[in-house]
């Protein structure tokens, strides 16, 4: 299934293919939105993919804020 977010680290938006049906997601997000941990909500997809569901940060975002504060 594919969801689009805008990144609330950069304001870009993104569409991450989430290997899981949209009824399951429905039904996650809801889970997750009454109170249960994310991991709990989504426990097939990868910290990465959950994170985006979050914050709408990709892995490469995450990567290249991480890769610039060790520059630092």
């Known amino acids: 299934m594919k969801l689009t977010q805008r990144s609330a680290a950069t304001g870009n938006?993104?569409?991450?293919?989430?290997?899981?049906s949209n009824d399951e997601y429905v039904l996650a997000l809801y889970k997750w939105q009454q109170?249960?941990?994310?991991?709990?909500?989504?426990p097939t997809l990868s910290q990465g993919e959950r994170e985006f569901i979050k914050s709408g940060i990709t892995a490469e975002e995450w990567d290249a804020i991480f890769e610039e504060g060790e520059e630092q």
């Open 35 to 42: 109170g249960a941990m994310i991991q709990d909500a989504f």
């Open 13 to 20: 938006v993104h569409t991450v293919d989430l290997p899981i």
